[in-house]
């Protein structure tokens, strides 16, 4: 064949290998969508919200209302985190009514004999669930409106908590983490690339198949030369490195790769979000608080009147342990530490950094949020850990979604007056300053 044919069968060798780097880059993407995606899932963060379904709840909204209250102990799939995976709910209890009464106070309606309330109860080991009175029937159908959408097999999981990195685990769940997981859409258009350039890729193939017998010498006797496997595997990897388009698509991708990773480090940053240290005395919460009731406020005194909520002195330890288990081990490493006039050297689980202002009293005592908000159920934990991220996006997220309690308060009577004339939406922390820096910055 002519020089020309030989050249126009080099362009095309070298378009082919262009499609083939374009496909593994498709394909790491799509990969690593698919991994984000199960990585969110895996630490029980519900799935990206869309509009809700006709005739359900709000889905948005229930979202924001399932990480805040449910995401520590439910996941929307089929796995168990502490009660039961809440996928398919809807079609395996009595129905939407049940389920409202459920919800707003589960004890009262075990306490009535329901048959069916009495066997969940007793096939989670009669752990008692936390009842939600505050939440309305429309609060309970958005919910319900996020699991069903969650749990559809048309969805991707992925975990984002705001929109972006920092904002990790955003309203708390569990959050997450952070990065966030793919939408749908990028997830689909991806995929749909990566098939029509796998039949390009095909049609390429068969071409220079084709073009380079063609130009391939013959031998006096009518048969082409055939080279070994070594010989063509080393002609390829050497052609495939000489090649400056390859070699540009690899430098890129490992640049792209490497930055990502690194931003995505850099946004994790003093994010403690599922850290549970071991603590020099194995106190139980799940135990204390949870078995025995003992109130929060008994051993945290200074949570209703003061920004930090205390660690417990020993002796208030020594309140019931004076009395009560002195043998044990746990126990008298208390009185080493009163004995030799020592603090216990407790390991702090939740942190916040010191340019972040928080007081626990203006939340717990004006705003009655409950600890589990943001520390979880902590009544069922053996022992602690930080179930939410507690960024500056989780936070902002709650102050924009949480309704300021105005019944019965003058305080609130010409703010709320006020905040009627702009909106018919209810009060929220956001419209009374909750978004200003200076509340939490200084």
């Not at 520390?375 to 500056?392: D, F, N, P, Q, Y």
Request: hydrophobic share 40%; net charge positive; aromatic share 6%.
């Amino acid at each position: 064949m002519s020089i020309n044919s030989k050249n126009i069968v080099h362009k095309m060798s070298r378009f082919y290998k262009l499609c083939v780097a374009i496909v593994l880059l498709l394909t790491l993407l799509v990969s690593n969508s698919q991994v984000k995606a199960q990585d969110a899932a895996a630490s029980g963060a519900p799935a990206a919200a869309s509009p809700a379904p006709a005739g359900g709840g709000d889905a948005e909204k229930g979202k924001a209302l399932f990480v805040n209250n449910c995401a520590q102990c439910h996941a929307v799939t089929e796995e168990k985190v502490v009660g039961p995976g809440l996928k398919g709910v809807q079609t395996r209890t009595p129905g939407k009514d049940w389920l409202h009464k459920w919800i707003k106070n589960s004890s009262a309606l075990i306490a009535t004999g329901d048959a069916y309330a009495n066997q969940v109860f007793n096939a989670n080991g009669k752990i008692q669930m936390s009842s939600f009175p505050s939440l309305s029937d429309a609060d309970i159908d958005g919910i319900l409106a996020y699991i069903d959408q969650s749990g559809s097999p048309a969805k991707t999981a992925g975990l984002q908590e705001g929109s972006d990195t920092k904002n990790a685990g955003g309203a708390g769940g569990s959050g997450g983490s952070l990065g966030g997981g793919p939408s749908e859409l990028f997830t689909f258009v991806l995929v749909a690339l990566l098939v029509v350039m796998l039949l390009v890729l095909a049609v390429l193939l068969a071409i220079v198949t084709i073009l380079s017998r063609a130009v391939t010498p013959v031998t006096t006797d009518g048969t082409q030369p055939a080279a070994s496997l070594g010989q063509r595997l080393k002609t390829g990897m050497s052609s495939a490195f000489n090649n400056p388009t390859l070699r540009s698509i690899a430098i890129w991708l490992f640049l792209l790769v490497v930055t990502k990773a690194t931003i995505d480090g850099a946004y994790g940053v003093g994010i403690q979000q599922g850290y549970a240290p071991k603590q020099p005395i194995a106190y139980s919460h799940k135990l204390h608080a949870g078995q025995y009731k003992i109130d929060c406020n008994y051993c945290h005194t200074g949570v209703q009147k003061g920004k930090s909520a205390t660690i417990p002195a020993a002796n208030i330890c020594m309140n019931c342990h004076g009395v009560i288990k002195k043998e044990s081990p746990e126990i008298q490493k208390i009185y080493a530490a009163i004995e030799n006039n020592q603090p216990i050297e407790w390991i702090r689980v939740h942190n916040l950094p010191d340019l972040a202002y928080f007081n626990h009293a203006q939340h717990v005592n004006v705003g009655n949020v409950a600890c589990q908000t943001c520390h979880g159920e902590i009544e069922k934990m053996e022992v602690v850990e930080a179930r939410s991220s507690l960024t500056m996006g989780w936070c902002i997220d709650c102050h924009r979604r949480t309704e300021v309690n105005t019944k019965d308060n003058a305080y609130y009577d010409k703010l709320v007056a006020l905040h009627r004339k702009e909106s018919k939406e209810p009060l929220k922390v956001a419209n009374i300053g909750g978004l200003e820096c200076s509340k939490c910055h200084y």
